[in-house]
């Protein structure tokens, strides 16, 4: 389970690329104010090709529908394949925290998914690191190194959560095209799977998630599943999203050219505690009934949200409507969270296609010319 714990903006012009010839440039400055009309929406936006993808699970490692994927497609890159030869992008299959898959856990010392900021890869360590710090170090120098022209092309990095809150894309980033694209391909290839896109605008700095290592990335979260159990309905559902994911790649490579359209964003807003006791810091209180399972609906001022364990109702009380995800989440107990709010909005997003070889030369050159 991965969620937002600081807000930011990320408005990173590096994932953006230079319009085909003859088409306006879309620039860093309008995309990231959000101001993109229907004629925005109709060009073309040229992105690199993605040669390297990694599709990670296990970064909890009591999330299991990843953990049993992964291991599914590592048999299958062992059988000999008639089109290894033909395959352009490159498959990198990992299993994240492999001592907390082997003990069952969430993590070992500390959360894994915690540990990819740029201060925590590349500051300095303790005599005796937590063993996540290290193997974050590690999977960075695996797939990145994080920011660096080496990096992987895209990390999809799949998750589960207790949380009724069906498929969900969790990114950084709200102009990353790439994410937003593959996104809408999995909603029209999946259109009775209940799917949202999670934005917890933060910076490239504040990023602290393995998905943030590549130069695009997003988590893949599913549930309701329990931690430490796999659900074949979930598990055919995170399954049939990774294979569209990757035949979406196959086709951006390929040089296919997909039309632009709109997508609904949820961006994280703020978290909410349990009640609790000043005194002991125990919690007093459940999610109510009224809101329990009920990922994504608005919750507005006065509406129930936790019933005390002595029976009274205590209400939301924030002056804004917003919408609640992550809805008592068994993982977020320890991290003080019962419930995340979101403000939901709809955004443009431009068509896009694969750079040609002459123009990955071009832009080549031209960084070239620029240092």
């Known amino acids: 389970m991965t969620s937002g714990e600081n807000r930011g903006r990320d408005a990173e012009s590096g994932k953006l690329c ?65 089109d290894d030869d033909e395959e352009p ?14 003990q069952g856990r969430r993590y070992t010392d500390t959360d894994l998914n ?37 990096a ?30 593959i996104f809408k391909h999995l909603q029209r290839q999946m259109p009775d799977a209940p799917m949202r896109f999670v934005h917890l605008g933060m910076s490239e700095k504040e990023s602290y998630s393995l998905d943030s290592v590549g130069k695009h990335g997003f988590a893949m979260e599913l549930g309701p599943q329990p931690h430490g159990v796999v659900r074949s309905d979930i598990y055919v559902l995170m399954n049939a999203g990774v294979q569209h994911m990757l035949d979406w790649v196959h086709l ?36 109510h009934s009224h809101l329990q399972d009920r ?14 364990f002595t029976g009274e109702t205590l209400r939301y009380s924030g002056s804004e409507p917003l919408y609640a995800l992550f809805i008592n989440e068994g993982s977020y107990y320890e991290k003080g969270i019962a419930l995340t709010l979101a403000r939901k909005r709809r955004l443009a997003v431009p068509a896009i296609r694969a750079q040609t070889e002459e123009e990955e030369q071009a832009r080549g050159f031209t960084s070239e010319e620029e240092e």
């Open 152 to 181: 992987v092309d895209l990390v999809c990095d799949l998750h589960n959560t207790t949380a009724n809150m069906g498929l969900c894309f969790i990114a950084y980033s709200d102009c990353d095209w790439i994410c937003l694209h």
């Open 114 to 150: 915690r540990c990819f900021t740029l201060a925590t890869l590349n500051g300095p360590t303790s005599d005796s690191p937590p063993y996540e710090i290290l193997r974050a170090r590690e999977l960075n120098a695996m797939l990145g190194p994080k920011g660096g022209p080496g």
């Open 295 to 308: 990922d994504f609906c608005l919750l507005r001022p006065h509406d129930p949200l936790f019933q005390t």
């Open 89 to 102: 992008t490159s498959l990198l299959t990992v299993l994240s925290n492999p001592r907390a898959i082997q």
């Open 18 to 82: 230079e319009g085909r010839k003859g088409a306006r440039r879309l620039t860093a400055r309008r995309i990231s104010a959000g101001k993109i009309n229907q004629m925005d929406v109709d060009e073309e936006v040229c992105l690199p090709r993605l040669s390297r993808v990694a599709v990670c699970g296990g970064t909890h490692g009591n999330e299991l529908s990843g953990v049993y994927l992964v291991r599914e497609l590592l048999k299958l890159q062992r059988r000999p394949s008639e």
């Open 252 to 287: 951006f490579n390929s040089g296919a050219v997909f039309e632009g359209g709109f997508v609904d964003v949820f961006t994280l807003v703020k978290n909410i505690d349990y009640p609790r006791d000043k005194m002991t810091h125990n919690i007093t209180a459940a999610v």
